[in-house]
């Protein structure tokens, strides 16, 4: 009996009989697993059956509460700022009260899943959106607020863990990247609903209550959706239930043949042996690859600005010229319909063109966007006079004639500016947003892949609450246009890393991707930058031949 840690202090159980039942190291036992694996640990083409698209969509539910409660906070801070008569410094309050409760929850969040599987927390995280939602509904006060905040953004941090991996875990190696995309795509679908219910409601009475009330009923969806989810068969091997991979395994592929699947991933995690969380900090080796291109990916994500731009979109097109409280959630909500349209675009596309061309066609678009925004925006966008409160902490309604606000941006700027912001959103959704979580759970072992992906989710929440604390007093101070330089800045330094160190991982295996990145048989930064050093060379001869040539031509031209 060979055990496995799971967790700091538990463990489960692979016994050698499962191993010898599975006849590993038997002609017949290898056989029969060529016939699923092609190449270099490459499965070959397998057929989604409805019990997996079922299962994946219905955890995938957590990605449409996730979205929607980070997105709701854009529409609902303009009814807020009246509603408690907020300072800027009370807005940033506000926002990043949501991502203090998910820090503590990317802190224990990798350790309940571990421990108590992904399934069973996916439903207890449900209950929890739930709570955060009456409780923020019902708010008497500023204080009852922030704490419902807190805990919605616990439970959506929990459900960035638990349901990604829970996906990346029960898909096939091929289709993996197009079924974790779906969490993603429920985070932007949760964003489009979250601006379109801030458009209906914004110039309503209490409209804030509506707006973060609508949330409960994809919590409640999914909570009855959990009696279709099967358990994850990584996570039953890693605890020694090796049967019950099996039956769970032939409900997802829709066939019995599933002994090259089950063989694969017991040989995997009985090589693993005992990890500990501790291995994964350590920086050399393949702990320290692992740890760079987590940790890399989730900080850089963050540092380039697209949160908190759709955390405060209508205030910055209030300040673009787009001037009411209907034409900036309507700007906004522009944002989440291209958004959307993208990252269904990517989905399709995500498995056949690979995560890495992804990220690096993308976050260069990112990057060109911002600077050309930086370019054409000239005018210091200083914070202006507020658009009128239509509501006093009563609720009564105030005419919009007192308004005296007048953006100073000219109007061609303003439609520039959207058109800007549309294709930095747009390569972000088809680079970081979707490839980011599907990289993160597929670099990781298969007994710390939760507590791995939590730590890795504690990185991106500390780095989304540092920039949202401090958004509107550097707007205040760089101005727009400084602010859009920085990140044109971060995005350009994004795709050097991406270039160096994040490797390409479509259609591999989870087991053969955690063996390739223990062994180094991925190109390192060394290896990487001889190649693009050789290629530049092979691109400068050719271009002086072309024009040696030309010359040549000129020359004969003449005679």
Not at 165 to 177: F, H, L, N, Q, T
Not at 221 to 234: D, E, H, I, K, M
Not at 333 to 348: M, Q, T
Request: glycine share 10%; hydrophobic share 45%.
């Amino acid at each position: 009996m060979s055990y496995l840690s799971d967790g700091d202090g538990g463990t489960g159980a692979v016994s050698t009989s499962d191993m010898s039942d599975l006849d590993l190291g038997s002609q017949n036992g290898d056989a029969c697993l060529r016939h699923r694996t092609s190449g270099e640990g490459q499965v070959t083409a397998s057929q989604y059956t409805r019990y997996l698209v079922l299962a994946a969509c219905t955890a995938s539910l957590g990605g449409i509460l996730f979205g929607y409660d980070l997105g709701i906070i854009a529409s609902a801070l303009i009814q807020l700022r009246c509603e408690f008569s907020l300072s800027n410094t009370a807005k940033e309050w506000v926002v990043t009260s949501m991502l203090v409760g998910a820090l503590v929850a990317s802190l224990t969040g990798g350790f309940l899943i571990d421990a108590c599987g992904r399934r069973r927390v996916i439903l207890v995280n449900s209950c929890i959106f739930i709570v955060g939602a009456v409780v923020i509904t019902a708010a008497p006060s500023l204080a009852v607020l922030i704490v419902g905040r807190v805990v919605l953004g616990f439970a959506i941090s929990l459900a960035a863990i638990s349901e990604t991996v829970y996906i990346a875990e029960i898909a096939p190696s091929d289709k993996r990247g197009r079924l974790v995309t779906l969490n993603e795509l429920g985070i932007v679908l949760g964003f489009l609903l979250a601006y379109g219910v801030g458009y209906a409601f914004v110039d309503v009475s209490n409209g804030w209550r509506y707006m973060f009330a609508a949330s409960a009923l994809p919590a409640v969806l999914q909570g009855l959706g959990r009696l279709v989810l099967p358990a994850s068969p990584r996570y039953l091997v890693i605890k020694g239930q090796v049967d019950e991979a099996r039956k769970c395994l032939r409900q997802l592929r829709g066939h019995n043949d599933v002994e090259p699947e089950i063989a694969e991933i017991v040989r995997s995690i009985a090589d693993e042996k005992i990890v500990r969380l501790r291995d994964l900090l350590q920086c050399s080796g393949s702990a320290g690859r692992r740890l760079i291109i987590g940790g890399g990916l989730v900080f850089l994500q963050q540092m380039t600005g697209q949160p908190t731009i759709l955390y405060y979109a209508p205030l910055i097109f209030q300040g673009l010229g787009f001037s009411s409280h209907s034409q900036a959630t309507l700007a906004s909500l522009i944002l989440g319909i291209v958004k959307f349209v993208v990252a269904v675009i990517a989905l399709k596309y995500l498995d056949s063109l690979g995560r890495r061309r992804l990220l690096l066609v993308g976050v260069t678009v990112m990057a060109v966007a911002m600077v050309l925004m930086s370019a054409v925006i000239t005018s210091d966008l200083q914070p202006q006079p507020a658009p009128p409160c239509l509501y006093t902490n009563s609720s009564s309604v105030i005419p919009a004639s007192n308004s005296t606000a007048a953006p100073t941006v000219t109007g061609s700027h303003k439609w520039f500016s959207l058109l800007g912001l549309v294709a930095y959103i747009a390569g972000y959704q088809f680079s970081f947003g979707p490839c980011t979580w599907v990289v993160l759970t597929e670099i990781y072992p298969s007994q710390l892949r939760g507590r791995a992906v939590a730590l890795a989710t504690s990185l991106n929440w500390g780095a989304n609450i540092l920039i949202s604390a401090v958004f509107l007093d550097l707007k205040g101070v760089l101005g727009v246009t400084g602010l859009f330089s920085i990140y044109a800045g971060v995005c350009g330094f994004s795709v050097l890393f991406i270039f160096l160190f994040v490797p390409e991982t479509k259609g591999r295996s989870l087991e053969d991707i955690s063996q390739a990145l223990s062994s180094g048989s991925f190109k390192n930064p060394k290896e990487r930058c001889k190649v693009l050093w050789s290629n530049c060379k092979g691109l400068l001869r050719r271009r002086r031949q072309s024009f040696s040539q030309l010359t040549n031509d000129d020359e004969d031209l003449e005679t």
